[in-house]
């Protein structure tokens, strides 16, 4: 098997980092080179970014969302405080979501042992055999936010997001429905034109193999959320949940497809978001601090092959 589920490197150029999100999914970053401010202006480079307006952005860089469990604002802890997360993709309450997640170790204790498990679909995609290929480019998954008709057992809680309070949640949904690629800070009016309106949503059916904007080809399997899986004609498959159960052994349960990040201050990794999922296995201690920076993105124009929708 050809496995490369995660590319190492020190160099910044935006055209190698595409590349790799193109062939690989996963890249992580260390030693190269960069402070904050620079990693923060090299983002807006990178892709397209929403206006940050959320309780969790970080003052000095406002790109940045504090993923920590200490308290942000005064009253709340950051994004995904504390507690071991599921698989996921954070590509939520929309199809149209934002395309690449980037994490910087800002703040991490000595012995940290809550790392970052990655798993991207991309070399999985690559070793089926070319008529499960063909199959799951025909298929799509519904996914509904009602999480007791999901297929999977262990469902999502928002609460481990930090969004159990109204405040924080409230201001997710509102920037959620304002989650559109012409919506950047960073997009020209002619550049926008380009782009459909965003779908903004809590069901609907997800294509399974992405219409990839790089030309990139694995599977988008928001697994908290997958209900059913169809076909073209939205038709249910009558082994729908043989073919999550399949997918998800095979690839989301093989350690062969997964990277686990040990995190160091200044870290950089990122991740594409249509074929690719991460999770925190283990939560913080108490009396320990703990921060990441967060920050999504879509891919530009001038690096896209299609302006469609995705998925």
């Given at each position: 098997?050809?496995?490369?589920?995660?590319?190492?490197?020190?160099?910044?150029?935006?055209?190698?980092?595409?590349?790799?999100?193109?062939?690989?999914?996963?890249?992580?970053?260390?030693?190269?080179?960069?402070?904050?401010?620079?990693?923060?202006?090299?983002?807006?480079?990178?892709?397209?970014?929403?206006?940050?307006?959320?309780?969790?952005?970080?003052?000095?860089?406002?790109?940045?969302?504090?993923?920590?469990?200490?308290?942000?604002?005064?009253?709340?802890?950051?994004?995904?405080?504390?507690?071991?997360?599921?698989?996921?993709?954070?590509?939520?309450?929309?199809?149209?979501?934002?395309?690449?997640?980037?994490?910087?170790?800002?703040?991490?204790?000595?012995?940290?042992?809550?790392?970052?498990?990655?798993?991207?679909?991309?070399?999985?995609?690559?070793?089926?055999?070319?008529?499960?290929?063909?199959?799951?480019?025909?298929?799509?998954?519904?996914?509904?936010?009602?999480?007791?008709?999901?297929?999977?057992?262990?469902?999502?809680?928002?609460?481990?997001?930090?969004?159990?309070?109204?405040e924080p949640m409230e201001q997710m949904k509102a920037?959620?429905?304002?989650?559109?690629?012409?919506?950047?800070?960073?997009?020209?009016?002619?550049?926008?034109?380009?782009?459909?309106?965003?779908?903004?949503?809590?069901?609907?059916?997800?294509?399974?193999?992405?219409?990839?904007?790089?030309?990139?080809?694995?599977?988008?399997?928001?697994?908290?959320?997958?209900?059913?899986?169809?076909?073209?004609?939205?038709?249910?498959?009558?082994?729908?949940?043989?073919?999550?159960?399949?997918?998800?052994?095979?690839?989301?349960?093989?350690?062969?497809?997964?990277?686990?990040?040990?995190?160091?201050?200044?870290?950089?990794?990122?991740?594409?978001?249509?074929?690719?999922?991460?999770?925190?296995?283990?939560?913080?201690?108490?009396?320990?601090?703990?921060?990441?920076?967060?920050?999504?993105?879509?891919?530009?124009?001038?690096?896209?092959?299609?302006?469609?929708?995705?998925?």
């Amino acid at each position: 098997m050809n496995n490369e589920v995660v590319a190492f490197t020190k160099n910044t150029d935006r055209n190698h980092i595409l590349n790799l999100l193109k062939t690989v999914g996963i890249i992580v970053l260390r030693d190269h080179g960069m402070s904050l401010e620079d990693y923060h202006n090299w983002q807006y480079d990178l892709g397209y970014h929403l206006p940050p307006d959320v309780w969790c952005s970080h003052k000095d860089y406002p790109l940045f969302w504090r993923v920590t469990n200490d308290k942000v604002d005064g009253h709340h802890e950051g994004l995904f405080g504390h507690s071991d997360i599921e698989w996921h993709s954070n590509i939520l309450f929309t199809y149209d979501n934002q395309e690449i997640v980037s994490l910087w170790g800002h703040k991490i204790p000595e012995n940290d042992c809550s790392p970052t498990t990655y798993s991207n679909s991309i070399p999985y995609f690559k070793n089926l055999d070319p008529e499960k290929k063909a199959r799951y480019k025909k298929l799509y998954t519904e996914f509904h936010w009602d999480l007791e008709k999901a297929f999977y057992d262990k469902p999502f809680d928002v609460k481990n997001a930090s969004l159990l309070l109204d405040e924080p949640m409230e201001q997710m949904k509102a920037l959620s429905r304002k989650t559109w690629i012409g919506n950047s800070i960073n997009i020209s009016e002619e550049n926008k034109n380009l782009y459909k309106q965003a779908r903004y949503t809590f069901e609907g059916r997800y294509k399974l193999v992405p219409n990839h904007p790089l030309g990139a080809e694995g599977l988008f399997f928001p697994l908290t959320h997958i209900c059913n899986i169809t076909d073209e004609d939205n038709n249910a498959q009558t082994n729908a949940k043989e073919i999550f159960d399949e997918i998800k052994k095979d690839w989301l349960d093989c350690e062969d497809y997964m990277y686990t990040h040990e995190w160091q201050e200044g870290d950089i990794v990122i991740a594409d978001q249509l074929t690719g999922l991460h999770r925190r296995d283990f939560g913080i201690p108490d009396g320990v601090v703990r921060e990441l920076l967060r920050s999504t993105c879509w891919y530009k124009t001038e690096d896209r092959l299609h302006y469609s929708y995705s998925l």
